[in-house]
Each structure stands twice: as C-alpha cells, then as structure tokens.
C-alpha cells in the first residue's frame, strides 16, 4: 500500500520587511544577509497572530468537508507552543470543524517536530487504511531585535494531508536518525527568547547530516545518483547549500543545485519557520521546479537538542495538477512591507494607530482576539 502526502501548502503572516533595510539599519553590509545566509525576506507576526491561526490559515488551503470527517489523526509539531499543558491541536480541531472522533496531540522536538509527526501518521494509515492524517508545523522564530539571530527569524505554518494512495508524493519505508543530548539551541521556559550557540548549532546540523545521510546510503545500498532532487532543514538557505556541498559536485550533478535553488525561493522570503521549514522547502521544490513520476527526493530533517534523520520520497503521477502554486505566490506579493522602525514596534507589543491600520488589511482567516480568565480567544474574521 502506497501512503504520502495527498495535500500541502502553507500559510505566512501578511507582514513582512526586507532583509536589506534591516542591515542597513544595524550598520551591517546588506550582502551578509542577502548573500552571506541567502535570505531576501522576513515574515512578520502581529499580535493578531501565532501559531494556531497559522495553522489554520495553512489548513483551509486544502481541507475540504469530505477530509474533516475522514481525519481521525491530527498532529501539530511546534517550538511556539501556546500553553504549556493543553495541545494546541485542540483548538486546530475545534476551529477547523473536524471530526470529533478523533485523536489530536502536539508534538515537540525543536524543528525536527513535523518529521516525527509525518513517521507517526505513515505508523497510523498502514494500520488504518481508510484514515487520513493532519499533519501541522507552525512556529514563529524570535531571536531578540539586533541579535546574531535576528536576520534567521520569520514565521508561517504547513499544512501536510497524508491518505493512502496520495496525489503528490509517496513516502518510501527508507529512513535513517540520530540523536545526541546537546546544547546547541534551546529555549527555557522562562525565556520568550530562543539561546542559540550558531557556529556549534552548525556544525552539529551537518555532522548530523553526515551520518544520517550515510547510515541510509550503507542500509539501503543507495549513492547520491539515486535522487533527484534533495530539500533541507532551512533556518537560512545557505545551509542547505553547503550540506549538498559535501556530497555533491555541482559540476557533475548540476540539475541536484538547480533543484536545491528551486527548493529556497519561499524560504528566501518567508525566513526561518522552525518545524515547516522543511517543508516549505518541499513546497517551494514541487511548485517552482518540474520534476517527473518516481522522481526520488531526499530530505534532510534537523531539531537542536538534537534529532536529526535523513528519508525520502517518490513524486506521484500529476502532482502539479494538486498544487497551490498561484495561491502561495498570491500571498507573498500581497504582504504588506513594513519598515524597521514598524517592525521593531510590533516585536515590542507598541501599537500605534499607524500601525494598527496596516494590521487590519492582513490576509487571516482566523484571528487571536486576547486572554480572558486565561483562556485563549479565537474568532474568525
């Protein structure tokens, strides 16, 4: 039986600035952005905003009334978890409508979060044929304004629908992880601020990719010449590029580079989404690139702390044809710009009326409206 992702697509706040006010404004060359971590753009939360009105954003791109009654697994991998008990799959399942017979959890691992849930819906259909599975990423990146972090922060949400017999991608039983205690970037729970160590977080990310990506050449007996097209855990797009650096030359295996640039151009714009970074790479490669039936892409999924596994999957038959190619590239040129000064504003919770206007043309669905007796309001706009 052949199960994978029937639908995807994502959703991204409708704020945004350019990476090259931002270093101009720090006094950094806008070429250390643009160039030195290949990022354009960055996605910018409003109060109306996190990760559950994400969620839902993404969500209703695909969902439709047939999908709600037949889900009966919804899991929803964050790092910007709303409450500290309490699923923010709960609310996912209320506000979407869904079947109440159901199971809906959240799951953390860092950015490694979606690819766990992914594996565990794969568990949950090929015991359940006739179950489909809402898989979930939303996370919002915050590092602290004028940070080393800052320029890598962004924020949006992916929407995965796996069935049996899916429409866009088969995911093949072929994987290979890796797990060490370490301390390259965390986030107490007593800090709204992520603690990162870069240059250790980079190199454990590629020493992960060395041996995950190895362990699965050796278990399956398979080379670099097995696939078509690669997509990585992007925090910044330079990353990924590096990593495909060390098992490919790019002048023997051009059309692996051509894919991999493909695979950025929304992370390019959208900056660093934690766990549906990954996947927003994915996305980007099936819509701007033009690949072909049984296709083999690799992906590489990284979690601080440390989670890391190599897995892959065959491009189905018509997959173009269940895109949502013009709705994504709609919503980018439809986010409104702000400046750094609106920017830095809204990141400090200061509102001014200025401001507040721009917020109120923003493209949701689904809007946070506050905290009462501490409970979380949601209404749909």
Known sequence: MKIGIDK???????????????????????????????????????MMQDTITMAINASNKILTKEDKEKIDLVIFATESSVDQSKSGATFIHKLLELNNYSRSIEIKQACYGATAGIQLGYSHILNQPESKVLVIASDIARYGLDTAGEPTQGAGSVAILLTKNPSILEIENKSSYYTEDIFDFYRPNYSDLAIVDGKYSNDKYQEFFSKTYNAYMGKYQMSVNDFDAFCFHIPYTKIGLKSLRMIADETK???LFENYKLAT??????????????YLSLISLLEQGNLKKNDRIGLYSYGSGAVGEFFSLRVVDGYKNCLQKASHEKMLDSRIQLTIDEYENIFKNNYTETLKNKIKNENTIVYFNGVVDHKRIYLKK
């Open 8 to 46: 995807i697509a994502f959703y991204s706040p409708g704020l945004y600035i350019n990476l090259s006010d931002l270093a101009i404004e720090r006094k950094i060359d806008p070429d250390k952005f643009l160039i030195g971590i290949g990022q354009i753009q960055m996605s910018v939360p409003s």
């Open 265 to 278: 151009i929304y992370n390019k714009r959208v900056g660093n989404i934690y766990t549906g970074s990954l």
């Open 253 to 255: 295996s051009p059309n």
